[in-house]
């Protein structure tokens, strides 16, 4: 029985399968040709789109061509990642990072920015507070959106009255429905209708947003904060120990917010003396934490925080040669690079700015006690290539910053690009967005 059963599978097998062998053949060549196709297509997809990608950038440059390109490594200008934002910048573009204004976190995920959702909730009369919504308000925030892209790169104590224009122009906008008496008149209101709902809820989220600034810029211990960076960036009283640092290592505050004064305080003192030094990591090692000797370790090889060796200390001559500090600011309507922290103008954004015009040999003796070394290389183009000005027409430079660049360089060069006697116009290339925070924080060690 057993032996009749197997060969009768074999002999099923071989009637099925023998006389349809070309068939199952065909079929699984088929496939593999569908797939073979499909994976060809969509190489080709990606060549072709790569291609025209490349075409378009080159026709770009064709119409403005890069005049110069410029380097720059992080450590040229470390003063920008210490000090405090004051200027109302929001970036939402990064998925899964954690940006700061002033000293309020907001986390962005997935393109879009989360904020405390109590500040956005309808406010209706007699709820008494009741049913406040608690998850997380969700925007995406870019130059897409018209009110953004016009206070994004403003200091924070020009945005309210720019809010405060664009309200009575909305309000002025709605009442125009009262004026309406023909059909057609009536059809053009309802036909813009969509757009001024969207500009007057655009209007409210940014308004919320600044009220949430505003608590915080208003803060005692935020202006306390900012009177020391700035005395710091003035030259005043560098090197002694300070009392504002002392006072938040005792409270405990954040670790970050200590190491930024610390370092702060280090570079524009060239070094702290080393009785200073060793008292500031006692005090951070014995508050925060011993692990902490391996981000203090960290910082020093950083050269962010370094004990003085007796040289000369280079900052209030390169502040004063570059003119990194102004005194008279206008924050409303700002004529110079220094309105995006308040008085100080970023180093790096200032070399550009002098590159521009009248170029660096008017500072040769200053770039020498940069950190890092620095050097000008020309290659002409062959003649052929050559494409002579037209007039008017701005030069274009391209900034390329090593280990990243902040929120402030950003709206310093875009400030350069926009003035009517600056003849330039600048692109940025980077590695990273960063600010103060996150720089800090990418130098932490965090063994436990």
Not at 160 to 171: F, P, Y
Not at 239 to 260: F, G, M, T
Request: glycine share 6%.
């Amino acid at each position: 029985s057993k032996v009749f059963n197997v060969k009768a599978v074999k002999s099923l097998i071989f009637k099925l399968f023998v006389p349809n062998f070309g068939f199952f053949f065909l079929a699984v060549l088929s496939l593999f040709c569908i797939c073979l196709h499909y994976f060809f297509s969509y190489t080709i997809f990606l060549l072709l789109h790569s291609l025209m990608s490349l075409i378009h950038t080159a026709k770009l440059l064709r119409v403005k061509p890069v005049y110069v390109l410029r380097q720059l490594i992080r450590a040229c200008g470390v003063f920008p990642e210490m000090a405090t934002n004051r200027y109302f910048r929001l970036y939402s573009g990064s998925v899964e990072s954690q940006f700061f204004i002033g000293l309020v976190p907001f986390r962005c995920c997935s393109g879009y920015v989360k904020l405390p959702p109590e500040k956005f909730a309808p406010k209706k009369q007699g709820d008494g507070g009741k049913d406040l919504p608690t998850e997380a308000k969700k925007l995406q925030l870019n130059s897409a959106e018209e009110l953004y892209a016009e206070i994004r790169d403003k200091n924070f104590n020009a945005v309210g009255s720019v809010l405060s224009k664009k309200a009575k122009v909305i309000s002025a906008a709605f009442e125009e429905r009262h004026n309406a008496k023909t059909v057609g008149e009536i059809k053009q209101f309802v036909s813009q209708l969509p757009h001024m709902q969207a500009a007057r809820g655009s209007l409210a989220n940014h308004t919320s947003i600044a009220e949430l600034i505003k608590d915080v810029t208003t803060s005692e211990d935020f202006f306390d904060k900012l009177t020391v960076e700035q005395e710091f960036m003035s030259g005043i009283d560098t090197d002694k120990v300070n009392s504002y640092i002392e006072d938040c290592i005792a409270q405990k505050h954040p670790l970050i917010k200590v190491l930024r004064l610390v370092c702060l305080q280090s570079v524009c003192n060239n070094g702290l003396k080393q009785k200073v030094l060793d008292y500031y990591k006692r005090e951070i090692l014995q508050t925060y934490g011993y692990e902490h000797i391996l981000t203090l370790h960290n910082l020093e090889k950083a050269g962010l925080l370094k004990p003085q060796t007796g040289g000369r200390n280079n900052y209030p001559t390169i502040r004063k040669t570059l003119r990194l500090w102004m005194d008279d600011v206008n924050e409303q309507n700002p004529t110079d690079i220094s309105y995006v922290y308040s008085g100080y103008a970023p180093l790096s954004v200032r070399l550009a700015q002098l590159l521009s015009r009248p170029g660096w040999r008017s500072i040769e003796e200053v770039l020498r006690i940069l950190p890092g070394p620095h050097f000008e290389e020309r290659q002409p183009l062959p003649t052929g290539l050559q494409k002579k000005r037209q007039p008017g027409e701005n030069r274009v430079t391209l900034i390329f910053f090593l280990g990243g660049v902040t929120f402030a360089e950003i709206a310093a060069l875009r400030f350069l690009s926009q003035l009517e006697d600056g003849g330039t116009e600048y692109v940025i290339a980077t590695t990273k967005l960063i600010n103060g925070a996150s720089w800090i924080e990418s130098l932490m060690e965090k063994p436990f």
